[in-house]
């Protein structure tokens, strides 16, 4: 452990050791100690300084300072030609803290306003980005060769195939849960073959879709914002803008497009899996046979019921997908910002799926679905 | 000055890739001199950088850096090492999240006992002796100049007051009279801090002004080690197409 001293001696302060950053604490606390005499000059001896780096050099000149203050003159003597030349470099590029501002905090008020006002800047630029992309939309419409169809595909290969096993297995076990829930109430009345139309209505007009949807915002969602924001920072959607091929068209509307297809498909893999679990567990706990419980499905569950549930997927979709492209699209060039944007996408997109299923319960009421 | 060898690479092969990229590479750099690395694209200078700061490891062969065996070193050893130099990388790898001065300020809060002030004054020296205003300390990367950031990222390197520092290709990017500038500013630095500099560029200019030894590397081994006029001399074919490029212009 390298050592450095300093220490007043016979009117001259004397210098021995490493002047490192090592040794920079051990120092400051001897230069507290020192109380200089009022009137003379004081020399300072570098004379045994074995080695002196910048964090050194800096204590020194801060410490000279100080003890200038009082009106001492202080001289440097035997200090050698590399640690003068250091020193003197030092000198000149020392900054005070006052010289800086500090970085200034606005007060709560000022901070309410200004996360209000990008909320709804945000907003703003969310509804500029979906008319955005509706007009490139229409314009690829019109020029049905500009369909990037190995973008579309490989979309619904990555959002929808690869996820089956997974999604197949969540709706199963939902399907367990909700039949066991339901069927420890039904068997109280002895009503134990109701399970069949319960399980039936809730997992194919809610459950299957919600669940899907809440899943693949997870999934899917997250992986277009870290994906289109790492393209954003690597300024890989400046280089596409410069070739004029517009984002929107090779990798925004191929990714909400081949969504748009694999969430309802997804939506059926999901209600299949989940009915396929209250089955399971209603022949297991009720006694209700797989032959009875298909009968009573087939003649109690509606059509309707598949038909509204499959409905939303596709609603689902487009916000899971606009979300996820929009959040992507607005990472700024630092690395937390990809974070952010991918936490944003999530719960955005959860919120809003949400929001979504609600409005739908209304006006399915209102129309007496 | 002392001459004694801060670095010795003795028979280093790389294989990376399905390729042999060094073949037979032996250097030693000597305490206080600037070693400037160059050669073709894919000649394996960045490859030889990342592995002398040990991001890489080599295939076979040692690398002795301060006395200490980098290939063998232990997590301990490695952490001391690191301690004593500083890297400048292409790039620059600012953290983008932190300020200019919290940047800085970085090694100093994770390696030394200082307090707040003490860690704040040093960081400021540091950025003012890389050549920027104390102003831009409370600016983040992103708002900077690509040579500001050059900067922000040597004061960063220097902070802990190396002995050794690495530069990865430190003027790529920066238009000529930025380059000078660049130059004369690690030359300072070298000389009053008596620092030891291994660095890798293109830019010929810039490598006749400040390097002490030159090495050429090509065909997976140092073709040639010598002061940069020597160098340029040297009837290699390899090292004759490289200067050619300049020497017409």
Known sequence: ?369 | MTTQAIIQITHLKTYLGDAWVHNEINLTVERGEIFVIIGGSGAGKTVLLNEMISLLPPTSGSIRIFEHELTKASPKTLLDIQRRWGVLFQQNALFSSLTVLENVSFPLKEHTPLDADTIRELALLKIVLAGLQPTVANKYPAELSGGMQKRAALARAIVLDPELMFLDEPTAGLDPNKVLAFDELIMDLQTTMGLTIVMVTHDIDSLKRVADRVAFLGEGKVLCVDTPEKVMQNPHPLIQEFFKGSRDS
């Open chain 1, 1 to 369: 452990m390298p050592t450095a001293k300093i220490y007043l001696k016979d009117q001259q302060l004397i210098c021995e050791g490493e002047w490192t950053l090592a040794t920079l604490p051990a120092l400051e606390k001897l230069f507290a100690q020192i109380t200089l005499p009022t009137k003379s000059d004081i020399k300072i001896d570098g004379t045994s300084i074995t080695k002196m780096d910048s964090a050194g050099a800096w204590l020194l000149c801060k410490w000279i300072d100080k003890f200038s203050e009082n009106t001492l003159k202080i001289q440097r003597e035997n200090f050698s030609n590399q640690t003068e030349m250091l020193i003197d470099l030092v000198k000149k590029s020392r900054v005070k803290n006052g010289e800086i501002p500090p970085l200034s905090t606005p007060n709560w008020l000022a901070r309410l306003g200004k996360t209000a006002f990008d909320q709804w800047q945000q907003f703003c630029n969310y509804l500029h980005f979906i008319g955005e992309l509706t007009i490139e939309f229409l314009r690829i419409l019109g020029n049905p060769l500009r369909i990037r169809w190995n973008a579309f595909f490989s979309g619904v290969d990555k959002t929808g195939y690869q996820a089956l096993p997974i999604i197949g297995l969540l709706s199963f076990m939902i399907g367990v849960v909700l039949a066991y829930q339901m069927g420890v109430q039904l068997r109280n009345y002895g009503a134990n073959v109701f399970i069949v139309d319960l399980l039936g209505l809730s997992v194919l007009r809610e459950f299957g879709p919600l669940i899907t949807a809440i899943m693949v915002a997870g999934r899917t969602g997250s992986s277009f914002t870290a994906e289109l924001g790492i393209m954003k920072v690597n300024r890989e959607i400046d280089a596409l803008d410069t070739m004029g091929v517009t984002p929107a068209e090779l990798l925004l509307l191929p990714k909400i497009a081949g969504l748009f297809l694999a969430l309802p498909l997804l939506t059926i893999w999901a209600d299949i899996f989940g009915v396929l679990g209250g089955m399971f567990m209603a022949n297991n706990m009720l006694d209700i046979s797989w032959y009875e419980f298909l009968h009573r499905f087939k003649n109690q569950v509606p059509l309707r019921a598949l038909i509204i549930g499959l409905g939303k997927a596709p609603v689902f979709a487009l916000i899971i997908a606009s979300i996820g492209c929009f959040q992507g699209m607005a990472v700024r060039d630092t690395a937390d910002s990809i974070g952010v944007n991918t936490t944003k996408s999530v719960v955005l997109a959860i919120f809003f799926i949400i929001v979504a299923d609600a409005a739908f319960s209304i006006i399915f009421s209102k129309l007496h679905l």
